[in-house]
């Protein structure tokens, strides 16, 4: 990173190829570590009765006897609600795990379930796919796996006319699909794609969330990149997903925070970002960041972080696809009203969700990176200051706030010039008696910018006992040589 040249030492690593490499690097190994911290769970849904929710109700374990009762009285009991008061027998017996293994080892009781699936009377075809839900639901591959007959039923009934049951159908395809690569192999031939484009045009919110889910669970199979994304890019899918993303009065926070994973892992994978760039995701994305911003002001910020993480995960990432500068599209992003409701996210982060403050300062660094403009939206707004009080709170958080500083201060002397003077230089020492090397050294390309550019730092720095604060760092392996070329540069100014 640093050169000696013709007896001048000076940072070659300040440059805009040198950190934008930097930063790519940085970024491929954070999209790494999302992506490996993946919400892979499943969700039950219970349509408690009432005695059930007064802890009136305890629900058996059944063995094989009762299982078979229950699935012949289902089959053919004499009376319609003798046969659904069979399946909802069986349905509480199968929250149990001991009920779900006697279950997947009675031989018919799958095939059984499945027909009771496909009756023509609602009630009964709604619990035999809560039968089926509780089975999705178990820890144990082997009863996902014994689901495997239900899933082209269960694909099917999510092109329906019942909301209730196409929701349970989703979250059923969703839990197994989690649980076992074989249902997704028989998944994506059976269809799973262009049914989920077809659903997404449901007008039932309820349905949108359990789709969401379902989609999200897909998108994160290990095998997600090469058989699953690109077919998810041909579909019509990504253009609703954008869509329902939409700030304004019929945006809902569940649906929006589904689909907001589904396109960040959709993005992390880097199968066709371009493609979702001329979508408009940008601006979509930008608009939305505005519209939370928005929520914060308003107090009306409940449950907000759910929503906003993935959201600024997804600029974060486009911003570093090469297709954002050649066709101009992080124009879109509205400079200073984008820079303004960064900040304003990034001091809700700092009162009620420290953890995601690195998640706002990455996206502020790959927005101020290659971007001038964004930079004087910065300065213009003076946000230094702001930004310089978040350097306290965590090694991560001072290394992202000093990455985007060295990305003004690189710009050039006008940019350094609003820069200095300032608060920037106690900052800057106070950093230098960190022991964290990755918090040091980014302080010293910070200095060695600024004395590049603003000759009246150094002079500063020399009467404030800057070269004591570097003696502290001369023996470390990490930094010595950049603290040697800074030492020089100072003196020899």
């Not at 089959?75 to 001991?98: C, D, N, Y």
């Not at 192999?185 to 789709?211: D, F, K």
């Not at 095998?223 to 809902?252: D, Y």
Request: with cysteine.
């Amino acid at each position: 990173m640093w050169n000696r040249r013709q007896g001048r030492l000076r940072p070659v690593g300040c440059g805009v190829e040198e950190l934008r490499c930097r930063r790519r690097e940085r970024e491929a190994a954070l999209r790494k570590a999302r992506r490996e911290q993946q919400l892979v769970s499943k969700r039950l849904l219970r349509d408690d009765a009432p005695e059930e929710t007064e802890g009136e109700y305890v629900a058996l374990i059944l063995g094989e006897a009762e299982i078979q009762q229950f699935l012949r009285l289902a089959q053919r009991g004499p009376e319609e609600k003798e046969r659904e008061r069979a399946l909802v027998s069986l349905h509480r017996g199968l929250q149990h795990p001991e009920t779900q293994q006697t279950f997947i080892r009675l031989e018919g009781s799958m095939r059984t379930l499945v027909g009771l699936l496909t009756s023509n009377q609602a009630l009964l075809q709604l619990e035999a796919a809560r039968c089926l839900h509780e089975l999705s639901h178990s820890e144990q591959s082997a009863v996902a796996e014994a689901c495997l007959p239900a899933t082209s039923y269960l694909l099917t009934y999510i092109s329906g006319h019942s909301s209730d049951l196409i929701e349970l159908c989703l979250y059923t395809l969703g839990n197994l699909i989690v649980e076992s690569e074989a249902v997704r192999r028989q998944l994506l031939p059976q269809g799973i794609i262009p049914a989920l484009a077809a659903c997404i045009q449901s007008p039932h919110l309820t349905v949108l969330e359990a789709l969401g889910y379902a989609l999200s669970q897909l998108l994160q199979a290990k095998e997600a990149p090469e058989k699953i994304i690109p077919f998810v890019l041909g579909s019509t899918l990504p253009q609703h997903m954008l869509r329902l993303l939409q700030p304004g009065p019929k945006l809902n926070p569940g649906v929006a925070v589904e689909f907001a994973w589904c396109l960040h892992y959709i993005i992390c994978s880097q199968v066709n970002n371009a493609l979702l760039i001329t979508h408009g995701a940008l601006s979509t994305l930008g608009l939305l960041l505005l519209d939370l911003a928005g929520a914060v002001q308003r107090s009306e910020d409940v449950g907000l972080e759910l929503l906003v993480c993935p959201v600024i995960r997804c600029l974060s990432n486009l911003l570093t696809e090469e297709e954002v500068e050649t066709l101009g599209e992080q124009m879109q992003l509205r400079d200073e009203r984008v820079v303004a409701a960064l900040f304003i996210l990034l001091q809700f982060f700092l009162q009620k969700q420290p953890s995601l403050l690195p998640e706002g300062l990455w996206l502020l660094n790959n927005l101020t990176a290659n971007s001038p403009s964004f930079c004087t939206s910065l300065l213009s707004l003076d946000l230094i200051e702001p930004l310089l009080q978040l350097l306290p709170v965590s090694n991560v958080v001072s290394m992202l706030v000093l990455t985007v500083l060295c990305n003004i201060a690189e710009k050039g002397p006008a940019y350094c010039q609003h820069l200095w003077p300032g608060p920037l230089l106690v900052s800057l020492l106070e950093m230098l008696a960190f022991s964290d090397a990755e918090v040091v050294g980014q302080s010293l390309e910070l200095l060695q910018l600024l004395f590049l550019y603003q000759p009246e730092a150094v002079q500063a720095f020399l009467q404030q006992s800057g070269l004591q604060a570097l003696e502290r760092h001369e023996e470390e392996a990490q930094l010595q040589d950049r603290v040697h070329a800074l030492q020089q540069t100072a003196l020899h100014r």
